[in-house]
Nanobody
Framework: QVQLVESGGGLVQAGGSLRLSCAASGRSVLTNTMGWFRQAPGKERTFVAAITWKTTYADSVKGRFTISRDNTRNTLYLQMNSLKPEDTAVYFC?????????????????WGKGTLVTVSS
């Protein structure tokens, strides 16, 4: 059974950086479509970034966040720079087997439990 475990969240000041990690166990899923989503308090879960043979980003994070993966370590990453208070959310990683509409949460079938990122102003 595949499990995804996120780490790297925390409290950071606006303008700072964090790197999130998502470790996969059970079997290798890193060659699948991998994605990051986030959910702010009281709001719906929204797309952040995805990686297949290319990367896709939400407009709100384009140029600030970078998604990458290390298949040898079975780990997905999200480098977040120039953080803003509106980036505050629980960040989830997810794995799926679809290569289209990667911005839709329904395209993923394995989810981690999330890691909290708080950006102070």
């Amino acid at each position: 059974q595949v499990q995804l475990v996120e780490s790297g969240g925390g409290l950071v000041q606006a303008g700072g950086s964090l790197r999130l990690s998502c470790a996969a166990s059970g079997r290798s899923v890193l060659t699948n479509t991998m994605g990051w989503f986030r959910q702010a308090p009281g709001k719906e879960r929204t797309f952040v970034a995805a990686i297949t043979w290319k990367t896709t980003y939400a407009d709100s994070v384009k140029g600030r966040f970078t998604i990458s993966r290390d298949n040898t370590r079975n780990t997905l990453y999200l480098q977040m720079n120039s953080l803003k208070p509106e980036d505050t959310a629980v960040y989830f990683c997810a794995a799926g087997r679809n290569y289209s509409r990667v911005y839709e949460a329904s395209r993923y079938d394995i989810w981690g439990k999330g890691t909290l990122v708080t950006v102070s102003s």
